[in-house]
């Protein structure tokens, strides 16, 4: 089972980063060096995957054109000499073979999902959401993939939330397997008080085989009124082997302020060029008070 093929659903509303999303979207932030979109991309070309379809809208297209060649802008910068310019404009281009499509409406992320059944064929595929951004020394999707292959199974990335932000999340039902690897027998989307089935939530990053898409063309609007992803995968894990994946790493929620702004500081402490200046800065601060 080789994973080469990754889905990005970018194509939500971003109502929690308004009023910037009217016109830019969120996937295209810039934090700390380079938009939020890239970190993502990164991970799926680190994790093995030569094949990206970016679910976008009509609101979107600078996404399509971030992952293309300019060639006007490169031939400015290549005869003023600014290489290193020159080089972070056209990397992004040659990452990866892109293919996007739009979703017409936006449904929910299942029904978002959906329209990659062309792209994917008869392959499993990996989904990364396109605001979730992944620190860790292995990339996280390339944990998932092995977990999958491993187990001939549909692979979620989980970890354990605390109790009162569960509600946000999709609780899974889990066995366990391994160390950091359970079977996943059952899921609820954002679960009422009571109702979920661990503090295991699915975070971000999926590995699923095209089964999945019969269900989504034959699924009901469930919370919210969206066509959800996790009802699909419930249906999915009772028909299919399916594995949940503890992974090692950070997840950075960059679609809400503050978890972009936690992103945004972490990444800029990491950095050897702003990380000096933003603890001098953090110093003084904290002196003042
Ligand atoms: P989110 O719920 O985080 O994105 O969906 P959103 O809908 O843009 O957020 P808010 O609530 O309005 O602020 C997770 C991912 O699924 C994509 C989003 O772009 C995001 O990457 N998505 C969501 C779609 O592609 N289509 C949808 O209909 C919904």
Redesign the pocket.
Known sequence: MKVKKAVI?????????LPATKSVP??LLYLAGKPVLQYIIEEAVASGIEDILI?TNRGKSAIDDYFDYYPELEGKLAASGKAEELAAVRNPADLANFYFIR?KE????G??VGKAKGFVGNEPFAVL???DIMQAEKPVLRQLIDAAEKYKASALGVQQVADDALSRYSSVKVEPLEPRIFKATDMVEKPKKGEAFSNYAILGRYVLTPDIFDIIDHLEPGYGG?IQLTDALQKLCRQTPMVAVDFEGRRYDT?NPIGFLEATLEFSAQDAETGPWLQAYMQQKANQK
Request: charged share 25%.
């Open positions: 659903p970018a194509a939500g509303w971003g109502t929690r980063m969120k996937e679910i979703q936006a449904k929910g992320l029904h978002a959401l396109g605001d969206e679609g």
